[in-house]
């Protein structure tokens, strides 16, 4: 081989030490390994029309797409990216948090259904829930409607006084009108009370029918490995054949055995 051709362009005092290594019969292996880490790299691209071009520093031409840096022996060094402009940077490092949150949000999704499952393995466990929350609900609208039951007594025992006044009610005692305005008030608040309890059954149902359609879908998804892929599949699988030549004996019941 033609060591000449191969020897690496750079000063002439390096190229003098190259043949001085090659005269005294030191290996070509050797004399690289031994200045591989003090020779320049080579800079390697293809520009925008399509042209090659090579130099000891990145080149400017390509500062736009990718380079290549080679060893004096020809090999990859290391491949070096697109140099981005300001704008370019800042969308990329805004694609790369918007990835992480997405990323950040899929796991917190596989986190909270891994937590369904676990609360609910069944959709018994679900609807016994359910249950107990809509009873909790009701037993709180109960004692409201009990507490209107006692105002509404009270009124009547206050209307019965207030007939004395009737034609002039500007003569009744300041502490009868003063018990008629807070019994009213009363009621509107207990009736307020029931109609938010209402309007808080509907909110749990409708969030319990939500957590029951997703349930669904990871109950199917935990019960489908389980199933063979034809059965998943909807196709019932296929009987198995006889061989050639086979003969199946049919089993004789217990009862007629010797």
Known sequence: MNL?????????VLRAVLWAMLASGCAPWAWAQALAPNVAGIYSCIDAQGRRLTADRPIPQCIDREQRELSPLGTVRRVIGPTLTEYERTALEAQRRKEQEERAQQAEERRRERALLARYPSQATHDAERTEAIVQLDLVSVAASKRIQD?????KALDLEMEFYRRDPIKAPMSLRRMLAENEASMLEQQRFIANQDREKRRVHQRFDLELAQLRQLWATQRAPLLPPSTQAGVLPLAPTVPAGAVYMTPRPLATLP
């Open 4 to 12: 000449r051709t191969h020897l690496p362009r750079g000063t002439p």
């Open 151 to 155: 105002l509404q007594e009270q009124r």
